[in-house]
């Protein structure tokens, strides 16, 4: 098993910043591939970025390249996203997952999900 547990959401302005974080306890948190997720009121979980075991190669989706990154330290058993020039259409609920399949866009592809961060975005 592994727990997952996010925080760092919140609310900000048009194009500011926020960083989450995805703490990680239970089984090797190494061993997974590991994948954030977003949802918004009245629209399903849609796939942001995922990063793979040791972190050497990384995946977003187009609408968060350049403005999001994926990062993970396996020392501390987290992994990261950091969000920048946010826009009011990334506000919705943020999730982390754990799985074993690579880039994993879909959430049923993951076995472990935390309980999100409210991420809100105003203009």
């Known amino acids: 098993q592994v727990q997952l547990v996010e925080s760092g959401g919140g609310l ?3 194009g500011g910043s926020l960083r989450l974080s995805c703490a990680a ?7 997974y591939v590991t994948g954030w997720f977003r949802q918004a009121p009245g629209n399903e979980r849609e796939f942001v970025a ?7 190669t990384a995946y977003s ?3 968060v390249k350049g403005r999001f990154t994926i990062s993970r ?3 501390k058993n987290v992994v990261y996203l ?3 020039r ?3 259409e990334d506000t919705a609920v943020y999730y982390c997952a754990s799985g074993v399949r690579w880039p994993g866009r879909r959430p049923e592809e ?3 999900w935390g309980q999100g961060t409210q991420v809100t975005v105003s203009s």
Do not use: K
Not at 25 to 31: I, K, M, N
Not at 50 to 56: E, L, P
């Open 12 to 14: 900000v302005l048009a």
């Open 82 to 84: 950091q969000m920048s």
């Open 50 to 56: 995922a990063i793979t075991r040791v972190g050497a």
């Open 61 to 63: 989706v187009d609408s």
């Open 73 to 75: 330290d396996n020392a």
């Open 110 to 112: 993951y076995d472990y």
């Open 25 to 31: 306890s239970g089984r090797t948190f190494s061993a």
């Open 86 to 88: 946010l826009e009011p």
